[in-house]
């Protein structure tokens, strides 16, 4: 495995790690909550980008599901600091800015033959074939 994919690997570990801590039970509060993610119609299922994890899109959620656990970018749009700009083209779906602990990422999913689409996180490119 080449370092720049066991970069990503640790980061998103220690991401999807920091993401689960700081959203405990007593944390949780009631309030009122519209979604704000419109994943396009053409990335919506289920891709399995290796070395980066499972991505679940649906009309207005997006997962990324690792053994370290699941990262909900809806649920961190609902934190104080969890401000992400979501773009989406006919041909690319972006998150830019997703903020967990420390660490600030941009998640670009490229439209490819409807069997796979393309992550580019930072500078890795990773293959994602629909499950």
């Known amino acids: 495995m080449n370092n720049n994919i066991k970069k990503v690997i640790t980061t998103l570990l220690i991401s999807s790690t920091l993401a689960l801590a700081a959203c405990s039970e007593s944390d949780s509060r009631s309030i009122s909550y519209t ?27 997006a997962v990324q599901e690792t053994s370290n656990g699941n990262v909900d970018f809806e649920q961190i749009t609902k934190t104080n600091n969890g401000v992400i700009t979501e773009t989406e083209t006919n041909t690319y779906y972006l998150l830019e800015d997703v903020k967990m602990g420390d660490t600030t990422m941009d998640y670009k999913f490229l439209k490819s033959d409807g069997t796979k689409i393309v992550l580019e996180l930072n500078s890795i490119t990773i293959n994602c074939p629909k499950q």
Not at 41 to 57: K, L, P, R, S, V
């Open 35 to 61: 979604p704000t993610l419109t994943p396009p119609d053409w990335i919506q299922g289920t891709w399995a980008c290796t070395g980066a994890g499972t991505y679940a899109f649906a009309s207005n959620t």
